[in-house]
């Protein structure tokens, strides 16, 4: 169990849900971009979302962006630690900082009194590409992966030095690109201090391919109790991380938020084209919050069965497309409408207009 730290209005660790955070890929200076993108991202549930501060324009203009935005913005800090004042200065509610590339003692010292002043909090992010060679932290008990080793012990030297400045309201990362060594850092770490962890797999990669890292490793992790916010990296939309990590959290059975689509994987029965259908609900039930099984089904004589656990579905049948509502059909309607009669069944299933038409 983690100890509670606030991030503006929302609580991380201690039992707290999960917080899904991702990273806008807009310039940070341009405040409209970066604006619109934050919207939609909190319309698909990011709880938190984090921008890169590569300048002072950047730092300056968070104090903006923070007044049309409702979910807490943290800011990532690299080198400049007058960035990071700055950033402070502007309402971040939380920094993301590496001690290791900050520079000396009295620069770190100064940010931390000004995260003290404004009461945010900071990440210590350490990264396996940027790592202390001879920590002084000496670990008690290790993980048995050296590189993995290496990044807690270096961590723990920074963490040591914010405890001793008195400053607690911290999250801790540590990432890697490759999943062991990710795992097994962020167990470790979990048996040294009690801060809320940030999970994540750094650099993971393509949508197909960062999601399956991502999955693996913050899944593990997850399912062993470990992790308070998460990101799943991907070169990718940053929405695509939002709705990955969802779907990572409900397929723990964690946090269900929004639609979880069963699709069949088609055979000589197939009907209709389950792909592009499949895509096509995904799609335009990307902003629904409601927790909704939905079902994609190629045939009329296995789908509706084989897909009773759905709150909802679609199957094709011969020259028809169905509407079915746990296995049971409800609609027959030509295969060019079903489309438009899925949504209208959906719709009234949300008692509202919400799908993406
Ligand atoms: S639902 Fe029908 S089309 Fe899809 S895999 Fe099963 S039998 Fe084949």
Redesign the pocket.
């Known amino acids: 169990m983690t100890r509670k730290v606030k991030i503006g209005k929302v609580t991380i660790g201690g039992g707290s849900p999960i917080a899904v955070q991702s990273m806008t890929n807009t310039k940070t200076a341009d405040v409209k971009a970066t604006v619109e993108q934050i919207k939609r991202l909190e319309d698909t549930g990011c709880g938190i979302i984090r921008c890169g501060i590569p300048d002072m324009e950047s730092a300056i203009a968070l104090e903006a962006i923070k007044r049309k935005i409702s979910i807490p913005l943290v800011a990532d800090i690299h080198y400049d630690y007058k960035l990071a004042i700055q950033a402070l200065r502007s309402g971040a509610d939380k920094i993301r900082i590496n001690p290791g590339n900050i520079g000396s003692e009295e620069k770190v010292i100064a940010v931390i009194r000004e995260a003290k002043k404004h009461k945010a909090a900071i990440r210590i992010g350490v990264n396996s590409g940027s790592l202390k060679q001879n920590p002084a932290f000496k670990l008690s008990s290790t993980s048995g992966n050296k590189k993995a080793d290496l990044m807690v012990a270096s961590l723990m030297e920074y963490i040591e030095f914010f405890e001793k400045e008195k400053f607690f309201r911290l999250v801790l990362s540590l990432k890697a690109s490759d999943v062991p060594t990710t795992i097994d850092a962020y167990k470790l770490i979990a048996k040294y201090r009690d801060y809320p962890l940030h999970i994540g797999v750094t650099e993971a990669g393509t949508e197909f391919g960062g999601i399956i890292k991502s999955s693996i490793g913050l899944g593990i992790l997850l399912y062993e109790g470990i992790g308070d916010t998460m990101r799943v990296s991907l070169s990718a939309a940053p929405e695509k991380e939002v709705y990955a990590a969802y779907r990572i959290l409900s397929a723990l059975n964690i946090r269900s938020r929004g639609v979880n689509i069963i699709s069949?994987?088609?055979?000589?029965?197939?009907?209709i084209d389950?792909i592009k259908l499949a895509h096509k609900v995904e799609e335009m039930t990307m902003n629904v919050e409601k927790p909704l099984k939905i079902a994609v089904?190629?045939?009329s004589?296995?789908?509706p069965g084989?897909a009773k656990e759905a709150d909802i579905g679609v199957?094709?049948g011969r020259g028809i497309g169905l509407i079915f509502k746990k296995g049971v059909i409800i609609k027959k309607v030509p295969k060019k409408d079903l489309m438009k009669a899925f949504s209208c069944e959906l719709d009234k299933m949300l008692g509202k207009s919400s799908t993406k038409k």
């Open positions: 069949c994987p088609t055979c000589a029965r197939t009907e389950v089904m190629g045939c004589v296995n789908g084989e199957a094709g």
